[in-house]
């Protein structure tokens, strides 16, 4: 499966941003989705994972109750709606799938990945 981030930016502290990850490939249910993030000079990190349907979550704890992850099977995409930004929530976002079942904060879990979109947050 092909994967492509978009929706990054630049925004003011407080705000909000919606990321979109549009997937190719006709077995886009079949995969678990997460969003990653990597900040300037940091590892890249977990922030969000969803399972296949779509009603299952796991978050980051420094995301939790700001950002949430959400799908759209029949429009093979899914999406992280970030709200109370924070200008530590700088980074390039990675959406990533994996086809395995339980939902992991694991890079190496994750077996496909897009290219990344940055979102900028200014204080």
């Known amino acids: 499966v092909q994967l492509q981030a978009s929706g990054g930016g630049l925004v003011q502290a407080g705000g909000s941003l919606r990321l979109s990850c549009a997937a190719s490939?006709?077995?886009?249910?079949?995969?678990?989705m997460g969003w990653f993030r990597q900040a300037p000079g940091k590892e890249r990190e977990f922030v969000a994972a969803?399972?296949?349907?779509?009603?299952?979550?796991k978050y980051a704890d420094s995301v939790k109750g700001r950002f949430a992850i959400s799908r759209d099977n029949a429009k093979n995409s899914v999406y992280l709606q970030m709200s109370s930004l924070k200008p530590e929530d700088t980074a390039v976002y990675y959406c990533?799938?994996?086809?395995?079942?339980?939902?992991?904060?694991?890079?190496?879990?994750?077996?496909?990945w897009g290219q990344g979109t940055l979102v900028t947050v200014s204080s």
């Open positions: 990533a799938a994996d086809s395995t079942p339980g939902l992991s904060t694991s890079l190496s879990r994750y077996d496909y």
């Open positions: 969803l399972s296949r349907g779509g009603g299952v979550t």
């Open positions: 490939g006709r077995t886009f249910s079949s995969y678990v």
